[in-house]
């Protein structure tokens, strides 16, 4: 065990003082289940496997750093959110060896079905009750996300809803990470400082960035090591399950 480090990976210090959990909605609270986004880039001419679109999810988030991702032009590309998502979900697929002539004819065929049970929908086990802990000891629980206006919905659908006090979804607040602002909106909802909060989250271009700006400390959720050996000074941490645990004990 590292030192300064407890059994479950939670450094003391980054939770100490923390009463306020913020959690990036993808990979963080609900992950992105790789194999379907196969299945589903399969139906339109592209075979690939889960295995080999986790391995390039990480290549999509070191680009994300950098501006890089992939953008082409395609259908609902202008509603809340689309635009970021399909860079995103773009990139994964080429950087699995998909044409890049190919995303828009994928992303416009992803996008209903992504509409209907978003791609992210896979809950860690114990998350649920861990959150439940935080709030009954006093705690504020609240989603920071940049998203498709559509999270809320999902997360009543999944049956979690009720474990979060709230949802800042960036396309109905009308910012996105890493602005500092979203960060400043969720402190506001509870009368938060921002030493009060702590940010969970999986992207470095988005989430360490924006709640550093906002004063928040941050840590990584990294559980497929896309960041390994890089951004050493952001501190990792197992899941937001730990984390919620970790601030009970």
């Known amino acids: 065990m590292a030192p300064g480090v407890d059994a479950a990976g939670i ?3 980054l939770i100490r003082g923390v009463d306020t959990l913020f959690l990036d909605a993808g990979n963080t609270v609900i992950f992105l289940e790789h194999a379907r986004l196969a299945l589903l880039a399969g139906e339109v001419g592209f075979a690939t496997t889960g295995d080999a679109l986790v391995a390039s999810e990480g290549v999509a988030k070191r680009l994300a750093e950098t501006g890089a991702l992939v953008d082409v032009a395609w259908a609902n590309a202008d509603r809340p959110g689309a635009r970021g998502w399909g860079r995103m ?3 994964i697929l080429v950087e699995a060896g998909m044409p890049r002539e190919l995303a828009p004819r994928v992303l416009e065929h992803v996008w ?3 509409c209907a049970l978003n791609l992210w929908c896979a ?3 114990g998350l649920g009750a861990a959150l439940d802990g935080l709030r009954a000891r006093g705690g504020r629980v609240v989603v920071v996300s940049n998203s498709e206006g559509m999270l809320d919905r999902l997360f009543v659908d999944l049956g979690i809803r ?3 006090d709230a949802i800042v979804d960036s396309a109905l607040v ?3 990470k890493p602005d500092p602002r979203i960060f400043e909106h969720a402190l506001r909802l509870y009368g938060k400082r921002p030493d009060q909060a702590l940010h969970l989250g999986d992207m470095v271009a988005t989430d360490i960035r924006g709640a550093r700006a906002a004063g928040v400390r941050t840590a990584l959720v990294d559980p497929f090591a896309h960041v390994a050996g890089r951004h050493l000074d ?3 941490v ?3 399950r730990e984390v919620a645990e970790a601030l009970l004990r």
Do not use: I, Q, S
């Open 11 to 13: 450094d003391p210090d």
């Open 89 to 91: 979900v773009a990139t």
């Open 112 to 114: 209903p079905v992504h």
């Open 123 to 125: 809950v860690p086990a």
């Open 162 to 164: 009720a474990h979060f």
């Open 174 to 176: 009308g910012v996105e």
């Open 234 to 236: 952001v501190p990792r």
């Open 238 to 240: 197992p899941g937001a």
